[in-house]
């Protein structure tokens, strides 16, 4: 396996990680859980988080408020990348150990 693929295959393994890993932290941290993200919750006054490892949004509540934090958006997003560049880089370097 060449070296750019193994790169590739770890890089993606590391991007599908870490968006299951969002979904998970939305599924934990809201009140009523993923359907509470997805509008389809019956809760009346759940609140919706979202973000892992920083939580850049959240909306509802007894007393209604929205929260959307753009600077916590692209913080997540490049520790997303980071892990996913990281993890390609270890695949590529197991992979040419392999080939040795």
Do not use: W
Not at 51 to 58: A, K, S, T
């Amino acid at each position: 396996m060449t070296t750019s693929r193994a790169f590739l295959k770890g890089f993606l393994v590391g991007l599908f990680v870490m968006i299951l890993i969002n979904i998970l932290a939305a599924h934990l941290l809201s009140d009523c859980g993923l359907p509470a993200i997805l509008g389809a919750s019956p809760c009346a006054d759940d609140i919706v988080r979202a973000g892992f490892p920083l939580v850049f949004f959240e909306q509802g509540g007894f007393a209604f408020r929205s929260i959307f934090n753009l600077p916590y958006l692209l913080l997540d997003i490049l520790f997303g990348i980071g892990l996913a560049v990281l993890s390609g880089f270890s695949a590529q370097g197991l992979s040419s150990r392999r080939n040795k």
